[in-house]
């Protein structure tokens, strides 16, 4: 982060299409580390994942969505497929 131009390079979308500029490639991370904590002592969600561990509930049992906030929908499952894997996931979920 000490070069902001650099940074907002990579975080700005194309202008023109919307996806990620040539040659740069951001997505999302994935999975419940991903979002417990934003920095050392910034908790997000880890509370509450905490809080659901403790009375029984394990990684394999709880999906969190994560997704790339900067792109329309129409583009998340355009590049990402995103709302093909979301309704799979939640398919499998039931089927549990």
Known sequence: ????????????????????????RVRSAKGLRSSDYFITGFWLWSK???NLADIGYVEENIHLACYDWRLAYPLLEKRDQYFTGLRYEIEKALAM
């Not at 982060?1 to 740069?24: A, F, K, M, Y």
């Open 1 to 24: 982060l000490s070069n902001w131009t650099c940074w907002l390079h990579h975080l700005q979308p194309d202008p023109v299409t919307g996806i990620d500029r040539e040659g740069v």
């Open 48 to 50: 509450l994942i905490e």
